[in-house]
């Protein structure tokens, strides 16, 4: 079986880019860490699904991946990297779930290097539920987007004065249908959000 040594993992429920790492993750340190190469459909299915992988998979990897603790040594039962010679994700198993990392670019680049002289593997495994996958916002822009989106909820039933407000100072013009302002900010919100985001902290900022 071949290895990666000596990388540093952030294992998440959901896939998110190593630029998006922040300093509240728990990023882990492995020392060693088996590497499986497989087919891009099969890397398409791990990023986009929680994946049942089939027991004598998991048995044959079973407390090969170590990694650095508190100056020890320790194994991690059910872990291993995929790769299909593009990209490689690492995963960590814990019965039926399973929770999946990006590697840092350096990092990513020795694995894409090592895989090229293995031999593809077929795993076995079940799509048990879709990943949430966010393409195109980075954490910060979505725990942004959270917080605009439950302040407009609150002008939703709150003073429409401050809501058309608000709707002049974004669009420069104006509205007297609550409903038709609050959809278009939700719309704005959705598919211009580098637009519309700033003005709105802005502007709750000021009146909070």
Not at 45 to 50: E, H, M, R, S
Not at 53 to 68: A, G, H, P, Q
Not at 100 to 114: A, F, G, H, N, T
């Amino acid at each position: 079986m071949s290895y990666i040594y000596d990388i540093v993992l952030n294992f998440k429920q959901d896939l998110y880019e190593f630029y998006d790492w922040n300093n509240k993750d728990t990023i882990i340190h492995i020392r060693k860490i088996p590497l499986l190469k497989v087919s891009s459909k099969t890397m398409e299915d791990i990023k986009q699904y929680i994946i049942q992988f089939d027991s004598n998979f998991l048995e044959s990897i079973k407390n090969k991946t170590e990694m650095f603790q508190n100056k020890q040594i320790v194994s991690l039962k059910q872990s291993f990297i995929l790769s299909d010679g593009f990209e490689a994700v690492a995963l960590v198993v814990y019965k039926d779930k399973n929770k999946i990392s990006r590697l840092q670019v350096e990092e990513e680049l020795e694995v894409l290097d090592e895989v090229s002289k293995l031999k593809e593997t077929n795993i076995k495994y079940q799509k048990i539920k879709k990943r949430y996958v966010q393409m195109y916002k980075t954490r910060k822009e979505l725990k942004l987007e959270q917080y605009l989106k439950l302040e407009l909820k609150k002008l939703e039933q709150g003073d429409i004065i401050k809501l058309q407000y608000l709707y002049f100072e974004c669009f420069l013009e104006e509205e007297k249908s609550r409903d038709k302002m609050i959809e278009r900010f939700y719309f704005e919100l959705n598919n211009n959000f580098n637009f519309i985001s700033e003005k709105l902290l802005s502007f709750f900022k000021l009146v909070s």
